[in-house]
Every structure is written in C-alpha cells, then in structure tokens.
C-alpha cells in the first residue's frame, strides 16, 4: 500500500471518528436548545410568550444551533465524499470558519455579561474586551490566510499554526478572566444582601447563580484547553476536539438559561422606606445580575 494511500484512510477514519463525536454531542446541543428556547420565549406555563423577551440571547442561540449544525452537515458531507464540487479541503475550510465564529460570538457574550452585571462599567471589562478583541483579530487572520492557502496562495504554514494556538489561548485567558469576574461580582452582591434574605436556611439564588455560570465557564475553558492540547500534541487528534468544541460551546450557552429558569425570584426582602438609601440599590444590583447573567427573569428593570 502506498504511502499516499495509507494517508487518505488514516485521514477517512479521523474524519469518521470526527462525525461520530461531534453527532453525539449535537443530539444533546438539540435537546439544550429547545429547552433553552422555551424558557427564553414563552412564560411557566408554556402557553404563551413572555411580556418581556431578551431577544439577544434569542438571536445568539439561534446562531450557535446554526453553526453547530452546519458543520454536523458538513462533517457528513466530508464522510461521504460529497465534496467533490468544492475546491480541495474547501468543507475544511467553512468548518473552521463556522467553528472560530461560533467561539468569538460566546466570547463575545461572556464579555457583553461582565459588562452589565459591572453595571456597565468600562474600567472592570477593559481586560477581557482587549482578550476577545486579540481573539477576533487572530481569528480574522487565521481565516484569512487558510482560504488563502487553499487557493494556491504561498502562505507561511508556521505562522499559521501560532496563530491556532495563540486563538485557543486567548479563549481559555478570556474564560478564566470573565467568569472569574461574573462569579465574584455576584458573591459580592449576595454578601452584602444577606440581610435582606428571607429563606436563610438554604443556599441562596446568586449563589446557585454563581456555580451555573463557574461549571459553565469551566465547559468552554477546557473544551478549548483539550482542543490546544490534541493540536498540540496530536494535530489529527484536534480536528476531533475542535469538531466536538463548537457542540460544547453551545450546550454551555444553553444550560446557563436552562438551570436559571425555574429558580424563584422571592428571596430577598427589602425595606421600602426611603430612609434606607442601600436596599434599592442593592436591589437593583441582585435583579440585573441574575437577570443578565441568564436572561430568564421578567422582573429586571429597564437599562
């Protein structure tokens, strides 16, 4: 058998294994997703839509199912030899364009998070925005010079894979950094409400909060962490990794609106006389940081 042989199988049964992963973890993206839909759109008793709809969080999860199915399909695509009326490696090249432009839009939404539980405050949020902006510039780069060098164009394959790299590394910094920072604005703000706290026997919303939005950083974070690992150690192993990545993005978007949904909005008592200056503002705190942070609550005044 010939050499070039031996590689086209090697490379069928990358891609094979590639399908099978990522077509497991989109079974379970589908099932987040119409969760995630019903608890964004319509009201407890699942018969009508809410007053009140975050449509953005809409939008992006519309996005994520898109792109996690486009590339399901065109996984199935490359399987079956279907390509044939594409430019050699040309499904490779749309998947990591829809994989890239998924990561940036979760990235983007982590910082867009931050900003409003800081009560839109520029100074907290300037390190993670220089991350996702570092991010988007990589990966406009990175794309560029790939459909560059699938056209024929001489293209410096050492730089191309720094610029992989230096990608998943700014995703895991931008992870860590954000959540860190959702996490500890929220505890915070449950610290200094634990006065106002009527049910003191249990952990209280923002501190379930804070494990949702940590557990859901920590998927994103090594979902990247494994895929710089696999291409680093093992290039053919990352292809697999990266498939599965843009699946466990999107499940991770989902779950922070899923596990937020059913949790109650009656926990905190606060005084209504206007000689205690803290509560309202304190209130003000708990509702948008919950209420941004999974984009479920109707209670959240308006910004």
């Known amino acids: 058998m010939s050499t070039s042989s031996q590689t086209d199988d090697a490379l069928e049964r990358i891609n094979i294994a590639s399908l099978f992963v990522e077509s497991i973890m989109y079974g379970w993206l589908l099932i987040s997703f119409v969760f995630a839909m019903r608890y964004m759109i319509l009201d407890e008793s699942g018969m009508k839509m809410k007053r009140c709809v975050h449509w953005y969080l809409v939008v992006v999860a519309l996005l994520l199912f898109s792109f996690a199915t486009v590339d399901v399909c065109l996984g199935l695509v490359r399987v079956l030899r279907l390509d044939v009326h594409f430019p050699p490696t040309g499904v490779d090249t749309m998947l990591v364009i829809g994989i890239f432009i998924a990561i940036v839009i979760v990235?983007?939404?982590?910082?867009?998070?931050?900003?409003?539980?800081?009560?839109?405050?520029?100074?907290?949020?300037?390190?993670?925005?220089a991350?996702?902006?570092?991010?988007?510039?990589t990966v406009i780069f990175?794309?560029?010079?790939?459909?560059?060098?699938?056209?024929?164009?001489?293209?410096d394959t050492a730089r191309l894979e720094h610029s992989l790299e230096a990608i998943l590394s700014l995703t895991i910094v931008q992870n860590i950094v954000s959540t860190g920072l959702i996490a500890a604005r929220i505890w915070r703000i449950d610290r200094e409400s634990a006065r106002f706290r009527t049910r003191r026997t249990q952990k209280s919303h923002l501190q379930m909060v804070i494990r949702i939005v940590i557990e859901s950083g920590l998927l994103c974070t090594l979902s990247a962490l494994c895929s710089f690992i696999s291409f680093w150690s093992d290039k053919n192993a990352g292809y697999i990794a990266s498939d599965a990545e843009i699946q466990l993005v999107s499940i991770a978007y989902n779950l922070i609106i899923i596990r937020t949904a059913n949790q109650t909005s009656d926990e905190y008592a606060f005084p209504t006389s206007p000689s205690s200056g803290s509560g309202p503002a304190l209130q003000l705190s708990i509702v948008r940081a919950r209420d941004r942070t999974s984009g479920n609550f109707e209670a959240a005044p308006a910004m």
């Not at 990235?107 to 993670?128: E, G, M, N, Q, T």
């Not at 991350?131 to 510039?137: K, R």
């Not at 990175?142 to 001489?154: I, K, Q, W």
């Open 131 to 137: 991350l996702w902006l570092g991010t988007t510039a």
């Open 107 to 129: 990235d983007a939404v982590l910082v867009f998070r931050c900003w409003v539980v800081y009560l839109h405050s520029l100074k907290v949020i300037c390190l993670p925005a």
């Open 142 to 155: 990175y794309v560029y010079n790939t459909v560059a060098l699938h056209v024929g164009t001489p293209v």
